[in-house]
């Protein structure tokens, strides 16, 4: 349960944002990139 000192970590942060990164690239490429 270290994920809200994890959140104010560098490294955690910088993780987190790179799988929200891939996460949304991923929602992207399915919506516009394979629909289309």
Known sequence: ?????????????????LFARRTWLSVFTARWG???
């Open 1 to 17: 349960m270290k994920q809200t000192i994890c959140i104010y970590s560098t490294e955690c942060f910088m993780v987190i944002r």
């Open 34 to 36: 394979w629909d289309s």
